[in-house]
């Protein structure tokens, strides 16, 4: 093995065990014996995970200069491109990568990824697709779909493809999430609660899985003692779930416990001022703005 091989192989090693400063030194190392392509790139990507943009960009220049027809050199430049936000330029680079690379899924999904981020959805659901031809069982181009779908109100195919997701990796964050809103959104509410409630029981489940919880029980269920629980873990999950805290402060209101309907109405409005707005029109607040305590709430919030 060649003493350039050498450098490059302990710089690998050294990325693999997270010693990223040691890493980038053997690289510099072997770049001053020789700098092949693809070591170059691989440089670039660590600078990029470390946010110093500037001294990834060129790598990924000078990739492409000496190989206009290196895929992943203009796959990099999209990339880096996206990460200062310059959309257009990322997928223009991205596109060159496509043209050089067509069967890459990678590709595909990231591309997909940035046509949805900067609102072309039409392009961003053609791109996922490509995504599961090349792939079948791409957990997150399928989630995706699903997640643009439901944000245009198609339903049945957000179901759908949301739930090959789930079927692919059920364990994975977000996807029971999904499924609960998408039932709920169709009025399943008993399905809702069962893909919510396995959302919840993952270790790294996400917190908002409680909320809709708590709303489904106290406002279709009226089931105020039910809700009241999950509003409380959803608190406990995290104290800046300021939604959470108006709907438990709206609990207590509908149980005539003003004194705490007004302490959690003010650590909601403290933590998002848009829930001022929501109290005077609030059905559940209604014989709660009658009360003095409201007044209390109105001098606390305007301190």
């Given at each position: 093995?060649?003493?350039?091989?050498?450098?490059?192989?302990?710089?690998?090693?050294?990325?693999?065990?997270?010693?990223i400063?040691?890493?980038?030194?053997?690289?510099q190392?072997?770049?001053?014996i020789?700098?092949?392509?693809?070591?170059?790139?691989?440089?670039?990507f660590?600078?990029?995970?470390?946010?110093?943009?500037?001294?990834?960009?060129?790598?990924?220049t000078?990739?492409?200069?000496?190989?206009?027809?290196?895929?992943r050199?203009?796959?990099?430049l999209?990339?880096w491109?996206e990460?200062k936000?310059?959309?257009?330029?990322?997928?223009e680079?991205?596109l060159?990568a496509?043209?050089?690379?067509?069967?890459?899924?990678d590709?595909f999904?990231?591309?997909?990824?940035?046509?949805e981020?900067s609102?072309?959805?039409?392009?961003?659901k053609a791109?996922?697709?490509?995504?599961?031809?090349?792939?079948?069982?791409h957990?997150?181009?399928?989630?995706?779909?699903?997640?643009?779908?439901?944000?245009?109100?198609?339903?049945?195919m957000?179901?759908?493809?949301?739930?090959?997701?789930?079927?692919?990796?059920?364990?994975?964050?977000?996807?029971?999430?999904?499924?609960g809103?998408?039932?709920?959104r169709?009025?399943n509410?008993?399905?809702a609660?069962?893909?919510y409630?396995q959302?919840t029981?993952?270790?790294?489940?996400y917190?908002?899985a409680?909320?809709?919880?708590?709303i489904?029980?106290?406002?279709?269920f009226?089931?105020?003692?039910?809700?009241?629980l999950?509003?409380l873990?959803?608190i406990s999950q995290?104290?800046?779930n300021?939604?959470?805290?108006?709907n438990l402060g709206?609990?207590y209101a509908l149980?005539?416990?003003?004194l705490?309907?007004?302490?959690?109405?003010?650590?909601?409005?403290?933590?998002y001022?848009q829930?001022?707005?929501d109290?005077?029109?609030?059905?559940?607040l209604?014989?709660y703005i009658?009360?003095e305590?409201?007044?209390?709430?109105?001098?606390?919030?305007?301190?």
């Open positions: 093995m060649s003493k350039y091989r050498e450098l490059i192989a302990e710089a690998r090693s050294l990325v693999a065990s997270n010693k400063d040691s890493a980038i030194e053997k690289y190392d072997a770049f001053d020789d700098a092949e392509a693809d070591d170059l790139i691989d440089l670039g660590l600078y990029l995970e470390m946010k110093n943009y500037e001294l990834a960009f060129p790598l990924f000078t990739v492409v200069k000496s190989d206009s027809n290196n895929s050199g203009f796959y990099a999209g990339l491109y990460e936000e310059d959309y257009q330029k990322a997928i680079n991205l060159i496509i043209s050089l690379d067509p069967f890459n899924p590709i999904f990231d591309i997909a990824r940035i046509y981020e609102g072309d959805c039409e392009r961003a791109s996922y697709l490509k995504v599961i031809a090349l792939k079948q069982n957990f997150w181009a399928h989630l995706n779909l699903g997640s643009i779908y439901e944000g245009e109100n198609n339903l049945s957000a179901l759908e493809y949301t739930k090959k997701a789930y079927e692919i990796d059920r364990n994975m964050k977000m996807v029971a999430y999904n499924l809103v998408i039932y709920g169709m009025e509410y008993q399905e609660i069962k893909f409630v959302e029981s993952k270790s790294d489940g917190y908002n409680y909320y809709n919880l708590g489904i029980y106290k406002d279709i009226k089931d105020y003692k039910t809700a009241k999950y509003f873990q959803g995290n104290k800046e300021y939604f959470c805290w108006y709206c609990i149980d005539g416990n003003f705490e309907t007004t302490n959690c109405l003010y650590y909601a409005i403290s933590g001022l829930l001022t707005d109290v005077l029109s609030d059905k559940d209604k014989e009658k009360s305590e409201y007044q209390r709430l109105l001098k606390m919030t305007k301190k």
